[in-house]
């Protein structure tokens, strides 16, 4: 009788767990597979949310998440949290997504349990240890410990090569954002958010807003929030909707920069589908976020990423993003572009989505099938 692989899938934030969802909920599926799950509760409420939408019983739940808590206090927390789990399950095989702090730890406590590591989304890579700050080196790391990379694109398996991964060692999947998101938009939703209600989606260009990593506080998020002024007042026609990151530095920006301007909402955080659902509604998204850089040209929408670097070359070489920066001038005039220009617009929101067809989480289920023993 053939062995049941025992698989235990670790995350601990919002955007892990979107990616992670299908996945998990796929490896449930399998009648040859144990599948547990361990989320750190890295960020607890908007994790929570997704758990919800995409009905997922965590195993284990580390529940990590404290006031301020600096990335050393994170960082020990899931590895003495981890080192019991792993012990109880003993695992074959530990799947970690991205670039958290969750996901570093995560493979290092597998790495001191001998436990293999299977790294999702991996091989992105912007080369610059800082930027963005912690997530590139979590990444790296994570790449240097994991036995299976499961790499959306062929440059993010280049690049585990160059670092002298084995090849036979890295998988081709695609991004599970996609699987997620492909679900995620056929459901059925009205908005719930009383602010909504006040925005002209018909007659009027909205333009969605994100923005929180930790490399944009200051200086950069003041030059971004004051472009975001900039353009609103040029365009009659435009309004943001701007759901502003709980982290306290990002909201003061917020508040002191944009509240009270017209036709700029500031909202709390969405939750998955509501953020799935603005996103189809808008005309454009100027954004920090890795993952809106994946999900926006699946439904068609231009995306102007707010930063110095992305660790995601290729949708600027398909054409579905373009890199505005940091800097107040340049993001008015990227944004003023393709509100003006119908031919630039459209060939932005035409272009065809690098990441994937929507079966990444199945690719990656039949690859520990057949690698793990």
Avoid: W
Avoid at 37 to 48: F, I
Avoid at 87 to 113: C, N, R
Avoid at 135 to 158: C, S, W, Y
Wanted: proline share 4%.
């Amino acid at each position: 009788m053939k062995k049941r692989i025992k698989v235990l899938t670790i995350f601990g934030t919002r955007p892990e767990a979107i990616k992670m969802a299908p996945l998990v909920n796929g490896l449930k599926q399998e009648e040859d597979i144990d599948s547990y799950v361990c989320v750190t509760a890295q960020h607890r409420e908007m994790l929570d949310q997704v758990l919800q939408l995409f009905n997922i019983q965590p195993d284990f739940d580390l529940d990590i998440m404290k006031e301020n808590q600096t990335l050393t206090q994170i960082t020990s927390r899931v590895l003495v949290g981890l080192d019991e789990v792993i012990s109880k399950v003993s695992p074959d095989i530990i799947l970690v997504h991205g670039d958290t702090t969750t996901t570093f730890a995560g493979s290092l406590a597998a790495f001191y349990h001998n436990v293999k590591v299977g790294h999702v989304e991996a091989g992105l890579r912007t080369y610059n240890k800082f930027s963005p700050f912690p997530e590139e080196m979590n990444r790296t790391l994570t790449g240097h410990i994991a036995d299976f990379h499961f790499a959306p694109t062929e440059r993010n398996k280049q690049n585990l090569i160059k670092e002298g991964i084995a090849e036979e060692k890295i998988f081709l999947t695609g991004n599970t954002v996609i699987d997620a998101l492909m679900d995620t938009s056929k459901k059925e939703y009205e908005f719930s958010c009383t602010q909504l209600d006040e925005i002209d989606f018909i007659n009027n260009r909205i333009i969605m807003v994100t923005c929180h990593r930790r490399e944009n506080l200051g200086e950069y998020m003041n030059n971004i929030f004051l472009a975001l002024k900039d353009i609103v007042l040029r365009y009659k026609d435009v309004e943001i909707v701007f759901p502003v990151h709980l982290n306290p530095k990002v909201q003061k920006h917020a508040d002191e920069l944009l509240k009270g301007i017209g036709r700029v909402h500031l909202i709390k955080p969405l939750e998955y589908l509501p953020i799935v659902k603005l996103m189809s509604k808008s005309y454009l998204i100027i954004t920090d976020s890795g993952g809106l850089q994946e999900e926006a040209p699946s439904l068609g929408k231009p995306v102007l990423v707010v930063r110095k670097e992305t660790e995601r070359p290729e949708a600027i070489e398909a054409g579905t993003v373009k890199l505005a920066g940091v800097e107040r001038e340049n993001i008015v005039r990227m944004a003023s572009e393709l509100l003006d220009d119908k031919d630039k617009y459209d060939a932005m929101a035409q272009a065809v989505n690098p990441y994937g067809d929507g079966k990444a989480s199945q690719r990656i289920i039949e690859i520990i099938k057949a690698q793990v023993y």
